[in-house]
């Protein structure tokens, strides 16, 4: 009898050609998978890898506290690995990425003496670099999930690039089946926020990475005061480039001999 482990893995956003081989060999692998892929395509191939695949999204539920349904997720993974199963768990993206039921399983499993661990992917912010040719070296890139953003005050440098995720779901507890954003007055809210750093008619982009072959990504520039009304999805991401040049501070620089 195998000893009880678990795998969290990653499928990318465009599965399977964005999904490792590495990703692919332990799906197939393992006694028991599970899959908090929301896509019925992605949903349909996990399951063609490995018929042991049981999807964890019955588990939302209008109503109920999403956090609630993280905690049902992780508990009925650690199920399966107690009973000394190998078990891989599978997200879409990156299994580490704003994806607490998987970092919260490897934690538990680990804690409770079983072997846990997790393989890197291609997350949304990836598909998003490549898509828009941002670097976020140049300028450097500060990325957020958009409630923790407003609620924690982080604020924004106008220097900097900014990635706002879940702009669709800001403030928002519990799951919702619409499409669409789920709440537009957060959205506005956000918009207010960042109205106190940029421009309103700063160009930022709400943005959707393809998640079928050949298909293109949705890349929608509006003006930072049009945001709330843009076609923000569940799946939207914001980037906000910088609005102004970086500033030297030129007793660092000749401290560091780059002048
Ligand atoms: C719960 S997080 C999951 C992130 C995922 N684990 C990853 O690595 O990309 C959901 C958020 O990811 C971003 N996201 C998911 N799919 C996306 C897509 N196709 N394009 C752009 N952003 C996406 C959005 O900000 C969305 O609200």
Redesign the pocket.
């Known amino acids: 009898m195998s000893r009880g482990s678990l795998c969290a893995v990653?499928i990318g956003?465009r599965a399977p050609e964005q999904t490792s081989r590495e990703a692919a060999a332990r799906i197939e692998r393992a006694e028991k998978v599970f899959s908090l892929v929301a896509d019925p395509l992605a949903q349909y191939w996990v399951a063609s890898l490995n018929p042991s695949t049981e999807s964890l999204t019955y588990l939302y539920a209008r109503d109920k506290e999403r956090r609630q349904t993280y905690l049902d997720m992780v508990e009925r993974i650690l199920e399966e690995v107690r009973a000394q199963r190998s078990v891989c768990a599978v997200?879409?993206?990156?299994?580490g990425?704003?994806?607490f039921p998987l970092h919260e399983s490897v934690r538990r499993a680990r804690s409770e003496g079983f072997d846990a661990e997790m393989l890197a992917?291609v997350?949304?912010?990836d598909?998003?670099f490549a898509d828009l040719g941002v670097d976020p070296m140049v300028g450097g890139c500060r990325s957020y999930e958009a409630t923790d953003f407003l609620v924690h005050g982080r604020g924004a440098d106008p220097a900097s690039n900014l990635v706002l995720?879940?702009?669709?779901?800001i403030g928002e507890k519990s799951w919702k089946a619409e499409a669409g954003v789920w709440n537009r007055d957060g959205l506005a809210v956000l918009v207010d926020t960042l109205l106190a750093t940029y421009p309103s008619e700063h160009e930022v982009v709400v943005?959707?990475?393809?998640?079928f072959p050949a298909t293109p990504?949705k890349i929608e520039r509006v003006a930072l005061r049009d945001v709330a009304n843009a076609g923000v999805t569940?799946?939207?991401?914001l980037y906000v480039p910088p609005s102004v040049e970086s500033t030297v501070d030129e007793a660092m620089a000749r401290r560091l001999g780059y002048l």
């Open positions: 990653g956003i997200s879409y993206g990156h299994p990425v704003a994806a992917a997350s949304a912010e598909c998003l995720w879940q702009i669709g779901a943005y959707e990475a393809a998640r990504p569940p799946l939207s991401t």
